[in-house]
């Protein structure tokens, strides 16, 4: 087994137990961890086209629920990047008059000319991972905040987490850590300073607590090898 797994897979959840056991296991365990290219992949945020589009702005300042333009989020397995078309209920010419207009001009001219915008992808699982179901996550109440970090606070959306196998099965193995009334998966601020920031025993929404949503999931999340590499 142990040739299969990546040695980190197993180092991650005990680092905090590391000290004291003294600091050469430390860099040893800190090495393989930082070694591993997933780490790289944290942080990545390639550059987009046009002047980008800005998460703090809409989902921040403008307020704007993830699935305006997510719109499948909770019902395919594979989630969305909007068309041109959802930007033009706001963007048509006139509609909006504030100081950032003319930097919108690239999208129009998008959707004038039929292009779609040639977004570039950042959060993508391996191949081999063939099932990872998007929408069942969703609909268990995996906040976004979980899995994709504060993007109600990014002008430019960056992978925040590493997205590797032991970050799937950290999760899996401890689910009500994460998990929100499903109603309030796309309320990221909240979760990050109201929920997330209250220990897992005391949280509690309208009266509903962490462990009674563990308990009306439909099943425990899988860690068998077939559950996501048939
Ligand atoms: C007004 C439309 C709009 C809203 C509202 C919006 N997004 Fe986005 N989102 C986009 C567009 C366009 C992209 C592609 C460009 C980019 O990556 O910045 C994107 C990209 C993303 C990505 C990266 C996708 C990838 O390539 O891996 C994530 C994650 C994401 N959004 C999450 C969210 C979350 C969470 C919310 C709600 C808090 C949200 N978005 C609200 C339009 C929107
Ligand atoms: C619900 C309305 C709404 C939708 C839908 C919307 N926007 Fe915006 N957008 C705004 C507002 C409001 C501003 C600020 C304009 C201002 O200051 O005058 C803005 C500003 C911008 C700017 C200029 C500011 C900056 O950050 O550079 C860009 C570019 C932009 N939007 C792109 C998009 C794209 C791309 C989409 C579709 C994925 C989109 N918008 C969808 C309302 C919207
Ligand atoms: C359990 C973790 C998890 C949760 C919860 C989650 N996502 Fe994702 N999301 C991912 C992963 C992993 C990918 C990459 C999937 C792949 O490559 O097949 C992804 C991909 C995306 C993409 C990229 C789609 C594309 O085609 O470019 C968007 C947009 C997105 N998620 C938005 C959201 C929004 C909005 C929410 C909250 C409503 C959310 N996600 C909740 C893990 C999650
Ligand atoms: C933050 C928590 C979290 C993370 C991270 C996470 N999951 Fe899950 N996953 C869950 C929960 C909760 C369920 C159970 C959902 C239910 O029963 O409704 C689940 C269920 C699943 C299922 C079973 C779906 C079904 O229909 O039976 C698969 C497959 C899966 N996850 C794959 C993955 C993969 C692959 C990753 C990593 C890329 C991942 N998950 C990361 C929380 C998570
Ligand atoms: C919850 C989902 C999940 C389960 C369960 C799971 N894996 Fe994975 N596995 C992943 C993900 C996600 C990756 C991709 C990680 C990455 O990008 O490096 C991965 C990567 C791998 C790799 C490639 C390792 C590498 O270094 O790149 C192997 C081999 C593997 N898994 C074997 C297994 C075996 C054997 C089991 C059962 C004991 C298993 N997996 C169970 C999600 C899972």
Redesign the pocket.
């Known amino acids: 087994m142990s040739a299969?797994?990546?040695k980190w897979t197993n180092a991650v959840p005990t680092i905090g137990a590391m000290g004291a056991l003294g600091g050469l296991l430390t860099v040893v365990v800190g090495t393989w961890y930082y070694a591993t290219p997933?780490f790289w992949e944290v942080g990545y945020m390639p550059t987009q086209p046009g002047e980008g589009f800005n998460h703090q702005l809409h989902a921040g300042r403008l307020g704007m629920d993830c699935r305006y333009c997510h719109t499948n989020v909770e019902t395919s397995p594979e989630a969305n990047v909007p068309t041109v078309s959802t930007c033009m209920g706001c963007h048509t010419e006139g509609m909006l008059s504030g100081s950032d207009v003319h930097r919108v001009g690239w999208v129009r001219e998008a959707y004038a000319e039929d292009r779609s915008i040639p977004w570039r992808r950042i959060h993508k699982?391996?191949d081999y991972?063939r099932n990872f179901p998007h929408h069942v996550h969703v609909q268990a109440g995996v906040s976004c905040y979980s899995c994709h970090g504060q993007i109600v606070g990014m002008p430019v959306v960056f992978q925040a987490e590493s997205?590797?196998?032991g970050w799937?099965?950290e999760c899996?193995r401890e689910p009500e850590k994460h998990l929100v009334p499903p109603d309030q998966v796309t309320k990221l601020v909240w979760a990050e300073q109201e929920w997330f920031a209250t220990p897992v025993h005391q949280r509690s929404y309208e009266g509903v607590t962490a462990s009674e949503l563990l308990e009306s999931l439909r099943q425990a999340p899988?860690?068998?090898?077939a559950?996501?590499?048939h």
């Open positions: 299969i797994f990546p997933d699982l391996p991972v997205l590797s196998m799937c099965l899996h899988p860690q068998n090898c559950a996501c590499h």
